[in-house]
């Protein structure tokens, strides 16, 4: 491969690596084009061989949950241009960061054996919770076509634009019907955009796995899914932290 072409890496921490699989299943049209003009040298799902050498760009997949995990992600980020977490859970901790506000059960399910370490796992925490991150792309999985989006822009060292508007503008962009109109529930009102509307496009409730807007009305979305979709008040919680724990304002209860 050319010299001159841009290093890109891909790791993986907690996750189901879905992210990862996501990009091996990129079309031609999404990605072959890319392949001119980056050398991937590390990428566990795709290939063997791994690299110590210096990364342009390294994407990360999954959540930080376990102290020991610190260090690998620290030397990723000292020989990396560019560190991108890509995925809701390197983005925010995603589903897996549901645990960090459940009760222990460990002791009535495991009784004298939940002190065993491996059960005693720390939160689950954006990748930013150990290190420096330059940008964050978040979905679950990750929108293949806004990953080759970031990724083109990175190559010509511009910094890609991540939409700050509602799944619902989308919606309406696309002449869907609205969920609600069809008495299902959504939480495409305070959704952060960029995915093209892929589930409700597909008959799918948005689920907010992309993460909320900046500043959402959380009280007017609960209200509207009790309202509209009739869930309890303690379903329209849980239902709208699904993807967002660690986002909300309530996220310490």
């Known amino acids: 491969m050319s010299n001159n072409k841009v290093k890109v890496a891909f790791f993986d921490f907690t996750s189901c690596e879905g992210c990862q699989i996501e990009v091996t299943n990129f079309g031609q049209d999404a990605f072959l084009g890319l392949l001119d003009h980056i050398e991937v040298v590390e990428f566990r799902e795709a290939m063997s061989e791994k690299t110590k050498d210096r990364i342009d760009v390294s994407f990360i997949e999954g959540s930080f949950?376990?102290?020991?995990d610190?260090?690998?992600?620290?030397?990723?980020?000292?020989?990396?241009n560019v560190v991108v977490a890509y995925g809701a859970c390197a983005a925010t901790g995603g589903i897996n960061a549901l645990k960090n506000h459940k009760c222990d059960y460990s002791k009535f399910v495991y009784g004298?054996?939940?002190e065993m370490p491996h059960l005693n796992s720390q939160e689950a925490k954006p990748i930013s919770a150990a290190i420096k991150v330059d940008f964050s792309v978040n979905g679950c999985p990750m929108d293949k076509n806004e990953f080759?989006?970031?990724?083109?822009?990175l190559l010509?060292?511009?910094?890609?634009?991540?939409?700050?508007?509602?799944?619902?503008?989308?919606?309406?962009?696309?002449?869907?019907?609205?969920?609600?109109q069809l008495n299902d529930h959504c939480l495409g009102l305070v959704a952060r955009a960029g995915c093209d509307a892929r589930c409700p496009s597909d008959g799918i409730p948005c689920e907010a796995c992309r993460g909320f807007i900046d500043q959402p009305n959380e009280q007017?979305?609960?209200?509207?899914l009790m309202e509209k979709a009739g869930f309890s008040k303690e379903r329209a919680h849980n239902k709208s932290r699904?993807?967002?724990a660690n986002l909300r304002s309530d996220a310490n209860e």
């Open 156 to 180: 010509h060292g511009k910094a890609p634009v991540i939409p700050n508007h509602p799944v619902c503008v989308e919606c309406k962009m696309k002449e869907n019907v609205c969920r609600y």
């Open 148 to 153: 080759a989006y970031i990724v083109s822009h």
């Open 242 to 244: 699904m993807f967002t």
């Open 70 to 80: 610190r260090k690998r992600l620290e030397e990723i980020r000292e020989r990396s």
């Open 220 to 224: 007017s979305l609960n209200k509207v």
């Open 112 to 114: 004298k054996d939940s």
């Open 65 to 68: 949950s376990r102290e020991s």
